[in-house]
Structure formats: C-alpha cells, structure tokens
C-alpha cells in the first residue's frame, strides 16, 4: 500500500510540472499608462542657491515639466528646470516675476526637479509644479 501511494504521488508531481500552460507576452500597441504628478511650490531660496523639488523622477524622452509660478521680488533671476544624472542642469531662465512653460525631456532618465536663485536676494517661489 505504501508502494502505491508513492508511485501515485511521483504520478500526480509528475503530470502538474508538465502540464502549466506558457504564454509569450509581447510588445503592446497600446500607448503605457503615464502617471502624471502635480504638486504645489512654496519655496523660499536664498541668495545664489539651488533648492531642488521633490526627489528623483524617471521621465521618458518627450514628456514635459510645466512649472506655474509667481516669485518674488520680481526683478530677480531665477532658474526653473531638472538636473540629470550628470549634473547638468538644464533651465528656463526668468526675469520678470512669473514662469508658466512646459520644459521637455530630451532623453529616458531619471531626473531632480531644481529651481536657481541667481540673485543677491532670497527669493519666495510659489505656484505649481507638473510632471
């Protein structure tokens, strides 16, 4: 009896590790879901500084960050854009107090958004943030 149940058992192992269906995925045509994120700025930076917004961002290549905001003083100059992963930061400059510009990704990476005070002054920076 013993015997039995183990040939029956090795049987049932048997037939269940070779019978599991497989299926290939491949490459959708569907465009993939893109989780856009928008957030509020309330950042006060002082005088030639760098504050980044958020942490790292994975963006594809043509994807935008549309910065909306108001800064104070307005005769400031001040760097809206991201850093990429070599350091480099690539930036709309304003002059006039306000911002609302899209700033397009130019290759797949992980990126910070960043805003630069270029000015002897802190300035205040509100409005929001897209991505």
């Not at 045509?29 to 930076?45: E, Y």
């Not at 594809?60 to 108001?70: A, F, H, N």
């Not at 992963?85 to 910070?112: M, P």
Request: hydrophobic residues 35%; neutral net charge.
């Amino acid at each position: 009896m013993k015997r039995l149940w183990s040939v029956l058992l090795a049987c049932v192992l048997t037939v269940s590790c070779t019978v599991l269906p497989a299926n290939a995925v491949g490459p959708s045509d569907a465009p993939p879901a893109v989780s856009r994120v928008s957030g509020q700025l309330n950042h006060t930076i002082s005088a030639n500084n760098i504050t980044y917004v958020g942490g790292k961002i994975f963006l594809d290549r043509g994807e935008g960050i549309t910065y909306t905001c108001v800064y104070t003083p307005k005769s400031a100059s001040v760097d809206f854009g991201y850093v990429d992963a070599d350091g480099v930061f690539h930036k709309v400059n304003c002059t006039n107090g306000s911002i609302d510009e899209t700033i397009e990704i130019e290759e797949l990476g992980q990126y910070r958004l960043a805003i630069r005070n270029n000015d002897s002054r802190a300035v205040t920076v509100t409005g929001t943030v897209k991505y």
